[in-house]
């Protein structure tokens, strides 16, 4: 089994997250006795944000993220002299 973290869709670069499962007040607002503090997100270029809580991602819609396209870091270059890059 895969332990992936909710996602959920956004319109918004600035989010919040209460671990309740609702992303704001409103209609359908669930309080959740189990969530933690409310934090307020902001997604940057990568377009994800991930709550440091509860490890809900927010992807922005239309960005890089939604369509899995990912910059890469200087963490996924392979090391000189790997020899299992071709």
Known sequence: MTDVPET???E????????????RPGAGYKASALGHPRVFLEIDEKGYVECGYCDRRFVLKGSPAEHG???LSAGDLPEPGDASVA
């Open 8 to 10: 959920t869709m956004v």
């Open 12 to 23: 918004t670069r600035r989010v919040s997250c209460d671990g309740s499962g609702s992303i």
């Open 69 to 71: 396209i990912h910059e």
